[in-house]
């Protein structure tokens, strides 16, 4: 019995231990998180807490890349924030515009969305982790993160968990804050441009890619496409203006023209919501020098586009 008694003694310090550890470690971890000024996690902050601009581009890296605020800015009238995030999809822009529009209305949203994002596969919610750090003060978000697995609301009893996988890029961003880029209202152009030899080689490797994909034309990921569905209609539930854009592709052939036919039948469903496709305007496939890699306009190209896309939203 005593040796019951020493064990279970031990077991609860060892409890009280760990869950020390963890509050302390969460508390240290937050306030690290939190204070950056910088990078890819202040930008989600922003976006979150922030932001009250009157036009938000959604979308992924193409649209930190493809959308300069300061041109739509000027064009438009109107005060705008690329609201954007490296490697994101459909869920992701959901779960992100949930929280902005419990917070205030824009007066006009610009989605920038691929084909790509409607093919079947899991890793579009795996990246949702971005948004653990944000649970605690919107619970809207559990429902978003628990898509990557049923365990995360259990998950985040610990208060280390939400900042797993941000630790070393929130270290990097916060030791090194010099270092990183000014995004201008969450844009970041590429300067760099794609040349001639590596875009005749790229175009090669697409006919191929472009074969598979048609393999998988009729597969869809019916969870992002309602999601997809649950962003236009929240919009539209709100009056905002919104229009879903394709922006520019190097090659013609990039996207899979049965998901790109997809893609604009959704649309359709909501009669408020303009679609543009400008993956087969000839002002931009093919023209290398616009572009800094296969998947992303350089600053020449963003800005030419920017530009276009005001005129054509004007007019």
């Given at each position: ?49 922030s932001t009250t601009h009157d036009v938000l581009v959604f979308g992924s890296s193409r649209a930190i890349r493809h959308y300069s605020p300061a041109i739509l800015s000027e ?241």
């Amino acid at each position: 019995m005593n040796g019951f008694l020493r064990f279970a003694k031990r077991l609860l310090i060892f409890i009280l231990l760990v869950v020390a550890v963890d509050r302390i470690g969460g508390f240290v971890l937050k306030k690290l998180y939190f204070s950056q000024e910088k990078g890819q996690f202040s930008q989600i902050t922003y976006s979150l807490d922030s932001t009250t601009h009157d036009v938000l581009v959604f979308g992924s890296s193409r649209a930190i890349r493809h959308y300069s605020p300061a041109i739509l800015s000027e064009k438009l009238k109107k005060s705008v924030y690329n609201v954007g995030m490296d490697g994101q999809m459909i869920p992701y822009y959901a779960a992100l515009q949930e929280v902005i529009l419990n917070r205030y209305t824009p007066k006009m949203i610009i989605l920038d969305v691929t084909p790509w994002e409607l093919n079947a596969g899991e890793a579009k919610y795996h990246k949702l982790s971005a948004l653990l750090p944000y649970v605690d003060e919107h619970p809207e978000l559990l429902k978003y993160v628990s898509y990557s697995s049923d365990l995360e609301p259990v998950k985040l009893y610990s208060h280390i968990y939400p900042y797993n996988s941000s630790l070393f890029i929130g270290l990097y961003n916060f030791l090194l804050k010099n270092k990183l880029p000014d995004y201008a209202n969450g844009y970041l152009p590429l300067e760099r441009s794609m040349g001639e030899k590596g875009f005749k080689i790229q175009k090669a490797n697409a006919v191929h890619e472009a074969a598979a994909e048609e393999k998988q034309k009729d597969i869809y990921d019916e969870k992002a496409i309602a999601l997809l569905r649950q962003f236009l209609r929240k919009a539209e539930e709100k009056n905002i203006k919104t229009l879903v854009v394709v922006s520019p592709v190097i090659f013609s052939n990039s996207f899979n023209s049965t998901k790109l036919q997809k893609l604009r039948d959704i649309v359709a469903d909501y009669p408020a919501v303009k679609f543009y496709d400008y993956s087969q305007d000839t002002n931009y496939t093919d023209k290398f020098q616009l572009y800094a890699d296969i998947f992303h306009l350089n600053k020449k190209g963003a800005e030419r586009y920017s530009s276009e896309l005001a005129h054509d939203i004007v007019n």
